[in-house]
């Protein structure tokens, strides 16, 4: 992109949440992140899929907690008080997805995004792939982990 005087103009910086599973990074664009919490007391959720763990109370609201290392295909690793749990938005509500660890809050230029996700076998849950120096960090699209396998828990956590 270039201004009016003709110069170059910089790609604007973006914040990603990085995060591991395993030892393959990810991330999430920063507005679509809510909070990260510590691991709290899950309550199972009935008839729920098996990526749903159940759900939390967040302040007053039901949030379902989903294992990513589950919809993702990864093994099962069991969580600790030091589990973390991503609260994002995505399909217009809020879910947790547990990881293993976060790591940092990144700021990268666009052009270290390859959009072209097509051939990955991520391509059904990806945003885009960012090439850093030392690994590529995968970035989720939490429209895609947040649906129709995640149900609806109505109501406040009060109720």
Do not use: W
């Not at 899950?42 to 907690?65: H, K, L």
């Not at 939490?142 to 828990?153: K, M, N, Q, S």
Request: hydrophobic content about 40%; charged content about 30%; glycine content about 8%.
């Amino acid at each position: 992109m270039r201004t009016e005087t003709g110069e170059s103009m910089q790609a604007r910086p973006r914040q990603l949440v990085a995060f591991h599973l395993d030892d393959t990074a990810f991330g999430f664009d920063i507005g679509r992140v809510q909070e990260i919490l510590q691991m709290v007391e899950i309550t199972p959720v009935p008839d729920a899929p098996v990526q749903v763990r159940g759900a939390v109370n967040v302040r007053g609201t039901v949030v379902p907690i989903v294992d990513l290392r589950t919809v993702l295909g990864l093994p099962d690793r069991p969580y600790d008080t030091s589990t973390p749990i991503i609260l994002v938005e995505g399909g217009g509500r809020v879910v947790g997805l547990t990881v293993d660890d976060v790591s940092d809050v990144l700021t990268v230029d666009e052009d270290c995004f390859d959009a072209s996700t097509r051939d990955h076998p991520l391509s059904g849950r990806l945003e885009a792939v960012c090439k850093l120096e030392e690994e590529m960090l995968f970035v989720l699209d939490p429209d895609r982990l947040a649906g129709e396998d995640v149900p609806e828990l109505e109501g406040d956590a009060d109720e």
